[in-house]
Protein backbone atom coordinates (compact mmCIF):
# COMPACT_ATOMS: atom_id res chain seq x y z
CA UNK A 1 0.00 0.00 0.00
CA UNK A 2 1.44 3.07 -0.61
CA UNK A 3 1.85 5.41 2.09
CA UNK A 4 0.33 8.43 0.50
CA UNK A 5 -3.06 6.37 0.39
CA UNK A 6 -2.64 5.37 3.71
CA UNK A 7 -2.48 8.91 5.04
CA UNK A 8 -4.88 9.76 3.16
CA UNK A 9 -7.37 6.73 4.88
CA UNK A 10 -6.11 8.12 7.88
CA UNK A 11 -6.89 11.78 7.51
CA UNK A 12 -10.25 10.65 6.42
CA UNK A 13 -11.06 8.18 8.93
CA UNK A 14 -10.26 11.02 11.93
CA UNK A 15 -12.77 13.61 9.38
CA UNK A 16 -15.50 11.62 9.10
CA UNK A 17 -15.73 10.83 13.53
CA UNK A 18 -15.30 7.08 12.72
CA UNK A 19 -13.92 6.41 16.43
CA UNK A 20 -16.49 8.45 18.67
CA UNK A 21 -18.98 6.02 16.97
CA UNK A 22 -17.75 2.87 16.87
CA UNK A 23 -16.02 2.95 20.50
CA UNK A 24 -18.34 2.11 23.46
CA UNK A 25 -17.49 3.78 26.31
CA UNK A 26 -14.69 1.90 28.25
CA UNK A 27 -14.53 -0.45 24.94
CA UNK A 28 -12.20 -1.43 23.39
CA UNK A 29 -11.14 1.28 20.05
CA UNK A 30 -13.27 0.72 16.95
CA UNK A 31 -14.87 -2.50 18.01
CA UNK A 32 -18.39 -1.22 18.25
CA UNK A 33 -20.91 -1.56 20.55
CA UNK A 34 -21.96 2.03 21.79
CA UNK A 35 -25.43 1.89 22.05
CA UNK A 36 -27.62 4.96 19.73
CA UNK A 37 -31.08 5.61 20.93
CA UNK A 38 -33.36 6.62 17.61
CA UNK A 39 -36.89 8.64 19.54
CA UNK A 40 -40.00 6.55 19.28
CA UNK A 41 -38.05 3.13 17.15
CA UNK A 42 -35.44 2.19 20.24
CA UNK A 43 -31.89 1.26 20.35
CA UNK A 44 -29.42 0.37 18.03
CA UNK A 45 -25.65 -0.52 18.24
CA UNK A 46 -22.58 0.62 16.29
CA UNK A 47 -21.07 -1.82 14.34
CA UNK A 48 -17.42 -3.65 14.87
CA UNK A 49 -14.86 -1.77 12.28
CA UNK A 50 -11.93 -3.57 13.70
CA UNK A 51 -10.29 -6.08 10.51
CA UNK A 52 -11.45 -8.85 12.47
CA UNK A 53 -13.08 -11.56 9.72
CA UNK A 54 -15.65 -12.66 12.01
CA UNK A 55 -17.01 -9.56 13.38
CA UNK A 56 -15.80 -6.88 12.00
CA UNK A 57 -15.13 -5.85 8.46
CA UNK A 58 -12.83 -8.03 7.11
CA UNK A 59 -15.51 -10.02 6.20
CA UNK A 60 -16.90 -7.32 3.56
CA UNK A 61 -16.00 -7.03 0.14
CA UNK A 62 -14.51 -3.94 -1.19
CA UNK A 63 -18.11 -2.94 -2.57
CA UNK A 64 -20.18 -3.63 -0.05
CA UNK A 65 -17.92 -1.63 2.55
CA UNK A 66 -18.65 1.57 -0.21
CA UNK A 67 -22.29 0.51 -0.45
CA UNK A 68 -22.62 0.17 3.30
CA UNK A 69 -20.77 3.69 3.55
CA UNK A 70 -22.75 5.64 0.20
CA UNK A 71 -26.02 3.55 0.20
CA UNK A 72 -26.44 2.46 3.73
CA UNK A 73 -26.62 -1.51 2.41
CA UNK A 74 -23.98 -3.34 3.80
CA UNK A 75 -22.63 -7.26 4.04
CA UNK A 76 -24.80 -9.03 2.01
CA UNK A 77 -27.61 -6.74 1.52
CA UNK A 78 -28.12 -5.49 5.25
CA UNK A 79 -29.99 -2.44 5.31
CA UNK A 80 -27.90 0.08 8.00
CA UNK A 81 -29.87 1.85 10.37
CA UNK A 82 -29.80 5.79 9.53
CA UNK A 83 -27.98 6.68 12.84
CA UNK A 84 -25.12 5.81 10.08
CA UNK A 85 -24.37 9.17 8.04
CA UNK A 86 -24.21 7.24 4.85
CA UNK A 87 -26.38 10.32 3.27
CA UNK A 88 -23.44 12.48 3.95
CA UNK A 89 -20.66 9.85 3.18
CA UNK A 90 -21.95 9.79 -0.30
CA UNK A 91 -20.05 12.49 -0.49
CA UNK A 92 -16.49 11.00 -0.50
CA UNK A 93 -15.68 9.39 -3.71
CA UNK A 94 -15.22 5.49 -4.42
CA UNK A 95 -11.35 5.95 -3.64
CA UNK A 96 -11.45 8.30 -0.24
CA UNK A 97 -13.64 5.36 0.96
CA UNK A 98 -11.13 2.75 0.00
CA UNK A 99 -8.29 5.04 1.65
CA UNK A 100 -10.50 4.78 4.74
CA UNK A 101 -10.95 0.95 4.44
CA UNK A 102 -7.19 0.64 4.14
CA UNK A 103 -6.45 2.38 7.05
CA UNK A 104 -8.83 0.42 8.95
CA UNK A 105 -7.27 -2.53 7.70
CA UNK A 106 -4.23 -1.74 9.58
CA UNK A 107 -5.57 -1.37 12.91
CA UNK A 108 -5.64 -4.40 15.28
CA UNK A 109 -8.56 -6.94 14.45
CA UNK A 110 -10.70 -7.52 17.91
CA UNK A 111 -13.57 -10.08 17.94
CA UNK A 112 -16.45 -8.58 19.37
CA UNK A 113 -19.86 -9.41 18.79
CA UNK A 114 -22.30 -6.14 19.50
CA UNK A 115 -25.67 -6.43 21.36
CA UNK A 116 -28.17 -7.25 19.10
CA UNK A 117 -30.88 -4.28 18.31
CA UNK A 118 -33.39 -3.37 20.27
CA UNK A 119 -36.24 -1.85 18.19
CA UNK A 120 -39.99 -1.69 18.29
CA UNK A 121 -42.50 -3.10 15.61
CA UNK A 122 -42.13 -2.15 12.66
CA UNK A 123 -38.70 -0.68 13.37
CA UNK A 124 -37.14 -4.38 13.83
CA UNK A 125 -37.51 -5.60 10.69
CA UNK A 126 -34.39 -4.20 8.53
CA UNK A 127 -36.16 -4.11 5.17
CA UNK A 128 -38.58 -1.45 6.62
CA UNK A 129 -35.28 1.10 6.49
CA UNK A 130 -35.99 1.31 2.79
CA UNK A 131 -38.87 3.38 3.15
CA UNK A 132 -36.96 5.78 4.86
CA UNK A 133 -34.56 5.91 2.48
CA UNK A 134 -37.05 6.59 0.12
CA UNK A 135 -38.31 9.76 2.45
CA UNK A 136 -35.02 11.26 3.07
CA UNK A 137 -31.90 9.55 0.87
CA UNK A 138 -30.62 13.16 -0.19
CA UNK A 139 -27.26 12.45 -0.58
CA UNK A 140 -25.39 12.63 -3.75
CA UNK A 141 -21.28 12.81 -4.33
CA UNK A 142 -19.62 15.90 -3.97
CA UNK A 143 -20.05 18.33 -7.05
CA UNK A 144 -17.27 21.79 -6.91
CA UNK A 145 -19.19 24.79 -7.24
CA UNK A 146 -16.66 27.26 -9.61
CA UNK A 147 -18.62 30.49 -8.43
CA UNK A 148 -17.35 29.66 -4.73
CA UNK A 149 -13.74 29.62 -3.60
CA UNK A 150 -11.51 26.43 -3.35
CA UNK A 151 -11.65 27.14 0.32
CA UNK A 152 -15.19 27.65 0.33
CA UNK A 153 -15.18 23.83 -1.24
CA UNK A 154 -13.41 22.54 0.94
CA UNK A 155 -15.39 23.61 3.79
CA UNK A 156 -18.87 22.40 2.07
CA UNK A 157 -17.44 18.89 1.61
CA UNK A 158 -16.14 18.42 5.11
CA UNK A 159 -19.19 19.99 6.22
CA UNK A 160 -21.77 18.05 4.64
CA UNK A 161 -20.06 14.90 3.61
CA UNK A 162 -17.67 13.13 6.07
CA UNK A 163 -18.23 15.76 9.15
CA UNK A 164 -21.68 15.13 8.41
CA UNK A 165 -22.50 17.99 10.84
CA UNK A 166 -26.18 18.18 10.20
CA UNK A 167 -26.60 14.91 11.74
CA UNK A 168 -26.89 16.54 14.58
CA UNK A 169 -27.25 20.18 14.09
CA UNK A 170 -30.40 19.88 11.97
CA UNK A 171 -34.30 19.10 13.70
CA UNK A 172 -35.24 15.89 12.42
CA UNK A 173 -38.93 15.43 10.75
CA UNK A 174 -41.50 13.04 11.52
CA UNK A 175 -39.92 10.49 9.95
CA UNK A 176 -36.46 11.05 12.32
CA UNK A 177 -34.89 12.32 8.97
CA UNK A 178 -33.34 15.70 7.86
CA UNK A 179 -35.87 18.47 8.23
CA UNK A 180 -33.41 20.64 5.53
CA UNK A 181 -35.69 23.52 6.16
CA UNK A 182 -33.71 24.16 9.08
CA UNK A 183 -30.75 23.34 8.40
CA UNK A 184 -28.28 23.65 11.07
CA UNK A 185 -30.58 25.72 13.24
CA UNK A 186 -30.05 22.93 16.10
CA UNK A 187 -30.97 19.76 16.45
CA UNK A 188 -30.11 16.57 19.10
CA UNK A 189 -27.60 13.96 19.75
CA UNK A 190 -28.19 11.14 22.49
CA UNK A 191 -30.00 13.67 24.45
CA UNK A 192 -27.80 16.62 24.07
CA UNK A 193 -29.08 19.53 22.52
CA UNK A 194 -27.03 20.43 19.64
CA UNK A 195 -26.76 23.96 19.01
CA UNK A 196 -27.76 26.71 16.15
CA UNK A 197 -24.59 27.14 13.89
CA UNK A 198 -26.40 29.33 11.33
CA UNK A 199 -25.01 32.50 10.74
CA UNK A 200 -28.09 33.63 12.37
CA UNK A 201 -26.33 36.63 15.14
CA UNK A 202 -28.62 36.02 18.08
CA UNK A 203 -29.01 32.21 18.59
CA UNK A 204 -26.20 30.91 16.10
CA UNK A 205 -22.28 31.84 15.81
CA UNK A 206 -22.96 35.49 13.48
CA UNK A 207 -21.58 37.07 16.56
CA UNK A 208 -18.58 34.94 16.64
CA UNK A 209 -15.38 35.92 15.18
CA UNK A 210 -13.37 33.51 12.87
CA UNK A 211 -10.84 33.09 15.13
CA UNK A 212 -12.95 32.52 17.96
CA UNK A 213 -14.82 30.01 15.58
CA UNK A 214 -11.15 28.34 14.77
CA UNK A 215 -10.16 28.03 18.30
CA UNK A 216 -13.42 26.14 19.14
CA UNK A 217 -13.37 23.95 16.30
CA UNK A 218 -10.08 22.80 16.46
CA UNK A 219 -9.57 22.56 20.54
CA UNK A 220 -12.83 22.69 21.99
CA UNK A 221 -13.23 25.91 24.05
CA UNK A 222 -12.54 29.78 23.77
CA UNK A 223 -12.41 32.48 25.73
CA UNK A 224 -16.02 34.14 25.73
CA UNK A 225 -17.77 31.25 24.31
CA UNK A 226 -17.05 28.53 26.87
CA UNK A 227 -16.19 24.63 26.25
CA UNK A 228 -17.00 21.82 24.34
CA UNK A 229 -18.86 18.84 26.55
CA UNK A 230 -20.74 15.89 25.38
CA UNK A 231 -20.42 14.39 22.14
CA UNK A 232 -19.17 17.75 20.33
CA UNK A 233 -16.38 16.93 22.94
CA UNK A 234 -16.01 13.61 21.50
CA UNK A 235 -16.18 15.17 17.75
CA UNK A 236 -13.31 17.80 18.85
CA UNK A 237 -11.18 14.63 20.56
CA UNK A 238 -11.27 12.42 17.86
CA UNK A 239 -12.54 14.04 14.98
CA UNK A 240 -11.77 17.98 14.45
CA UNK A 241 -8.14 18.14 16.75
CA UNK A 242 -6.91 16.04 13.68
CA UNK A 243 -7.89 18.75 10.73
CA UNK A 244 -5.03 20.91 9.63
CA UNK A 245 -5.71 24.84 10.96
CA UNK A 246 -6.55 25.52 6.20
CA UNK A 247 -9.19 22.58 6.75
CA UNK A 248 -10.73 24.44 10.29
CA UNK A 249 -10.57 27.63 8.43
CA UNK A 250 -12.49 26.15 5.15
CA UNK A 251 -14.96 24.92 7.71
CA UNK A 252 -15.64 28.10 9.23
CA UNK A 253 -15.80 29.60 5.45
CA UNK A 254 -18.93 27.16 4.45
CA UNK A 255 -20.29 28.04 7.49
CA UNK A 256 -20.52 31.82 7.50
CA UNK A 257 -22.28 31.10 4.00
CA UNK A 258 -24.83 29.04 5.51
CA UNK A 259 -28.57 31.15 5.44
CA UNK A 260 -29.23 32.47 9.03
CA UNK A 261 -31.86 30.66 10.74
CA UNK A 262 -33.15 31.68 14.64
CA UNK A 263 -33.80 28.77 16.70
CA UNK A 264 -33.36 28.19 20.32
CA UNK A 265 -31.47 30.61 22.44
CA UNK A 266 -28.62 32.39 22.39
CA UNK A 267 -25.96 32.23 24.66
CA UNK A 268 -26.35 35.31 27.79
CA UNK A 269 -23.91 38.65 27.05
CA UNK A 270 -23.30 39.39 30.80
CA UNK A 271 -19.83 40.81 31.03
CA UNK A 272 -17.28 39.74 33.27
CA UNK A 273 -17.73 43.17 34.69
CA UNK A 274 -21.15 43.17 35.18
CA UNK A 275 -20.33 39.99 37.36
CA UNK A 276 -18.00 42.06 39.28
CA UNK A 277 -20.72 44.83 41.16
CA UNK A 278 -24.22 41.96 40.78
CA UNK A 279 -24.78 41.50 44.66
CA UNK A 280 -24.37 37.62 45.18
CA UNK A 281 -27.41 35.68 46.05
CA UNK A 282 -27.65 33.58 49.04
CA UNK A 283 -29.71 30.48 47.82
CA UNK A 284 -29.04 27.03 48.46
CA UNK A 285 -27.34 26.59 44.99
CA UNK A 286 -25.27 29.47 45.70
CA UNK A 287 -23.66 28.51 48.33
CA UNK A 288 -22.68 24.46 47.01
CA UNK A 289 -21.43 26.58 43.35
CA UNK A 290 -19.13 28.72 46.17
CA UNK A 291 -17.94 25.59 47.90
CA UNK A 292 -17.06 23.33 45.40
CA UNK A 293 -17.50 24.72 41.67
CA UNK A 294 -15.87 27.97 42.10
CA UNK A 295 -12.52 26.71 43.26
CA UNK A 296 -12.01 25.90 39.28
CA UNK A 297 -14.59 28.04 37.73
CA UNK A 298 -14.42 31.34 40.29
CA UNK A 299 -16.95 33.48 41.44
CA UNK A 300 -17.07 35.40 38.56
CA UNK A 301 -17.04 32.34 36.33
CA UNK A 302 -13.79 33.29 34.22
CA UNK A 303 -11.91 30.45 35.47
CA UNK A 304 -8.74 29.55 37.63
CA UNK A 305 -6.15 28.26 35.05
CA UNK A 306 -7.97 29.30 31.72
CA UNK A 307 -10.82 29.68 28.97
CA UNK A 308 -11.34 25.67 29.63
CA UNK A 309 -13.31 26.58 32.91
CA UNK A 310 -14.61 29.73 31.73
CA UNK A 311 -18.21 30.11 32.35
CA UNK A 312 -19.05 33.97 30.43
CA UNK A 313 -20.71 33.64 27.31
CA UNK A 314 -21.26 29.75 27.26
CA UNK A 315 -25.19 28.45 25.83
CA UNK A 316 -24.58 25.56 27.99
CA UNK A 317 -24.38 27.64 31.17
CA UNK A 318 -27.01 30.10 30.29
CA UNK A 319 -30.27 28.51 28.38
CA UNK A 320 -33.04 28.08 30.89
CA UNK A 321 -33.73 24.60 30.32
CA UNK A 322 -30.30 23.65 31.72
CA UNK A 323 -30.16 20.29 29.69
CA UNK A 324 -26.66 20.06 28.72
CA UNK A 325 -25.90 21.86 32.29
CA UNK A 326 -27.45 18.98 33.70
CA UNK A 327 -25.43 16.51 31.96
CA UNK A 328 -22.34 18.11 32.31
CA UNK A 329 -22.74 18.08 36.01
CA UNK A 330 -23.53 14.71 36.26
CA UNK A 331 -21.10 13.29 33.66
CA UNK A 332 -18.08 15.65 33.85
CA UNK A 333 -16.68 16.33 30.66
CA UNK A 334 -12.78 15.82 28.99
CA UNK A 335 -11.09 17.54 26.32
CA UNK A 336 -8.20 16.71 25.23
CA UNK A 337 -5.72 19.58 23.81
CA UNK A 338 -3.04 18.41 21.64
CA UNK A 339 -0.44 20.65 23.05
CA UNK A 340 -1.74 21.54 26.80
CA UNK A 341 -2.78 17.53 27.64
CA UNK A 342 -6.19 17.03 28.71
CA UNK A 343 -8.72 19.64 30.54
CA UNK A 344 -11.09 17.15 32.77
CA UNK A 345 -14.73 17.91 34.75
CA UNK A 346 -15.37 15.46 37.60
CA UNK A 347 -18.49 13.70 38.05
CA UNK A 348 -21.06 15.12 40.52
CA UNK A 349 -23.42 12.29 40.19
CA UNK A 350 -22.27 10.61 43.59
CA UNK A 351 -21.83 13.80 45.49
CA UNK A 352 -24.70 15.92 45.12
CA UNK A 353 -28.78 14.32 44.48
CA UNK A 354 -31.06 15.76 42.43
CA UNK A 355 -32.50 18.71 44.31
CA UNK A 356 -28.92 19.95 44.86
CA UNK A 357 -27.90 19.47 41.25
CA UNK A 358 -31.14 21.12 40.17
CA UNK A 359 -29.99 24.31 42.51
CA UNK A 360 -26.82 24.73 41.13
CA UNK A 361 -27.78 25.09 37.74
CA UNK A 362 -30.31 27.27 38.15
CA UNK A 363 -27.72 29.39 40.26
CA UNK A 364 -24.98 29.17 36.95
CA UNK A 365 -27.95 30.22 34.69
CA UNK A 366 -29.04 33.10 37.14
CA UNK A 367 -25.49 34.17 37.64
CA UNK A 368 -23.87 33.83 34.22
CA UNK A 369 -27.35 34.11 32.08
CA UNK A 370 -29.39 36.37 33.68
CA UNK A 371 -31.91 34.63 33.47
CA UNK A 372 -34.54 32.14 35.83
CA UNK A 373 -33.40 28.93 35.00
CA UNK A 374 -35.54 25.88 34.75
CA UNK A 375 -33.96 23.22 35.90
CA UNK A 376 -35.97 20.64 38.33
CA UNK A 377 -35.17 17.75 40.46
CA UNK A 378 -37.31 15.53 38.62
CA UNK A 379 -35.51 16.64 35.54
CA UNK A 380 -32.50 15.32 37.24
CA UNK A 381 -33.44 12.23 38.36
CA UNK A 382 -34.06 11.46 34.91
CA UNK A 383 -31.16 12.36 33.57
CA UNK A 384 -29.55 10.27 36.45
CA UNK A 385 -31.39 7.61 35.66
CA UNK A 386 -30.16 7.52 31.85
CA UNK A 387 -26.85 7.50 32.64
CA UNK A 388 -26.61 4.84 34.89
CA UNK A 389 -27.95 2.91 31.82
CA UNK A 390 -25.00 3.70 29.79
Avoid at 64 to 83: C, D, N, R, T, V
Wanted: charged share 25%; glycine share 10%.
Amino acid sequence: MKKDQMDKGEYLFHASGCESCHTADHGPRLAGGKPFYISKQGTVYSSNITSDVKTGIQRYTDDEFISALQKGIGHKGKYLYPIMPYTAYRAMSRDEILAIRRYLEKQPAIENKVPDKEMAFPYNMRWAIRFWQIINYTGKHFEYNNQKSQSWNRGKFLTEGPGHCSYCHTPENWSNGRFVVKDYAGGGHKGWTAYNITADEDTGIGSWSDTDLEKYLSRGYVSSHGAASGPMADVINTQLSYLTPQDIHAIVIYLRSLRPVEKQQGAAKISVEELEVTEQSHSHGSHLYSSVCSNCHLENGQGRQGEYESLWGSRTATITGGNNLVKVILKGSNLKDPKLGNYMMPSFKDIFNDQDIADIANYVISRFGGRNGHVTAEQVRKERALLNKE
